[in-house]
């Protein structure tokens, strides 16, 4: 499945296959869009930004429709999606942070790797405030591309690398480093 991204990744339909992946990951695939957006960006750094671009809008608009599936269709789509990923115990746990966090919760995990599909189907199932959503995910979806893209046009093929063994960490520590931020300007 892998390397078909990657083929599809280098084609001329790249920009249509990287929005369906974007969009298909957000409520039901398993592989992330970045094994595509990265060796696009690396292919075609001048179009990097056009690249993440259509990378957030096919993620935000796949959202929203694992949001409908969760709001909608929770027991008969939502739950055994999650459950075939084994993402119950996620489930589970990312339902308790909307209890005290609600909007950070979606901004948090959306921008980590956590599998955003948790967070689509969840945020409808329990019915997070839809607007909400939408700009937590937007703001979430499109950092975490934009920065992925950036690094890989500024560092080049070296990058790659290092998001692939170090992006769960970077990416904590930009979130940790925005939150305490917010806190510091007694926005949170």
């Known amino acids: 499945m892998k390397s078909k991204l990657l083929e599809i990744a280098r084609g001329k339909n790249a920009l249509r296959g990287l929005f369906g992946v974007s969009f298909i990951e957000s409520s039901v695939f398993p592989i992330p869009p970045d094994v595509m957006l990265i060796p696009m960006v690396m292919a075609r750094p001048n179009n990097a930004w056009l690249i993440a671009g259509v990378c957030t809008l096919g ?15 929770w027991e008969t789509i939502g739950q055994p999606v999650l459950e075939i990923y084994g993402k ?37 199932s329990v019915h997070l405030n839809f607007l909400a959503f939408v700009i937590a995910s937007v703001l979430a979806r499109g950092a975490r591309f934009f920065l992925v893209a950036a690094i890989i046009r500024i560092a080049g093929e070296r990058a790659h690398g290092l998001i692939e063994k170090y992006f769960g960490w970077i990416t904590l520590l930009l979130f940790a480093g925005a939150i305490a931020g917010l806190f510091a300007l007694k926005l949170l």
């Open 59 to 73: 993620s935000v608009l796949g959202g929203i429709f694992g949001y409908a599936i969760g709001w909608f269709a």
């Open 88 to 124: 119950q115990e996620s489930y589970d746990v990312f339902k308790q942070w909307f209890e005290k966090w609600g909007f950070w919760s979606v901004f948090g995990a959306g921008f980590t790797p956590f599998p955003y599909k948790v967070i689509t189907i969840t945020s409808g």
